[in-house]
């Protein structure tokens, strides 16, 4: 099977799996209101989500490339999510800091957790620099410049840039990723606080610094790993050009953080709000916990079952679209073994949404139902089924040509 094909293309010959999320259904849970002009607002205060064997499943996913491993995974990644236009680098940390990762007007160190106030009357990158003291904040590059990012489109990529205080962004430089046993980090930073023994409490919230690696604090790790994996996919000529054994030497550890940290809900809006700056590609690797494992890091299990797995007992059936790609209407066939309350509605690959498509009760049975898409690109159909205390929600995953 040929590997240079595109995503829409290969939804054609791919069974796409789906997934699903089966909760126990309280008010305080799971809330969905339709409301007028075909629009749907879904909240989600808390879903608590749990496997028989009782493994949290992640909440966020989507299948990418399901059927495929190793290079030919690797550059259909490259072709369908390396992004040709991204911001300059001025524009990509002014952005970052005011629009990507403040909140209320406070950035956050992602090593330190340390906050500032973010002036929005002020340039965005000279208010977070604040002049340049060790509690400014400036822009770490996860994948360092020295390293292969230092010019291009890597270098202003913002799916690896994040802010970090000024002076671990300088301690870190461009030291690979490391666990540091605690008696021999020299260095371990936190808040406004540079310590050079070993913090008597909240041990996890520190990043470590020795000479010859550096360590994030725990919260931080997968998204470290996730954006590595990233910049050396779609970066890797230049990566290699710089230092071909830097990557290498850092692999192991960096799946091993992917998954200890998995992604939670703050990194799936990030890559997001940054995909609608760089052509509307987010991280594929925040997407799909399973890349990393038909990747780099073979032998993973992140948790993720497959809708086919025939120990899943689940009373419905949910089908891929056909056709698939299509051309302004698709349909979606889907199967009940008993009654079910039935929402189905579109959304962009924002999560905005653009369309109720049902919303009834219908009773056991087999159902196909057409509809209308917006327009080319990416679309998502979400099909949430109710029963009593218990609510599934699938996603299918729509290419518009």
Known sequence: MDAKVSQSSQWNYCRFKTYFVEAIFQKNFLEIYPIENMQIKLFITSILIFLSTGMALQAQHEDVFPVFSGSELLDLLVENYKPSTVLNYSQARDTMFSKIDAVNDTLTCVYTGYPIYLDPNEDPTVAAYMGGGAN????????????????????????????????????RGNEPFAEIDDNLTTEWYYLDQLLSNVPGSNIDLYSEYRVGGFEPRESHKGDIARAMFYFYTMYKDQADAADNAFFPAQQSTLCEWHMLDPVDEKEWERTYKIASRQDGKPNPFILDCTLAARTYCPGQDCGINDINDPETDRPYKVFQNSPNPFVGQTSVRYELNKPFEVEIYLTDVLGRPAGLVVDKHQSAGT??????????GIWFCHLVLKHKEQVFHEVLKMAGQ
Not at 367 to 376: A, C, D, I, L, T
């Open 136 to 171: 400014g904040v400036n822009t770490e590059h996860t994948y360092p410049t020295s390293k292969g990012a230092e010019n291009g489109n890597a270098k202003s990529d913002m799916h690896h840039l994040f802010p970090t205080r000024i002076d671990v962004n300088a301690a």
């Open 367 to 376: 159902y196909e139902v057409s509809m209308n898409v917006p327009g080319k």
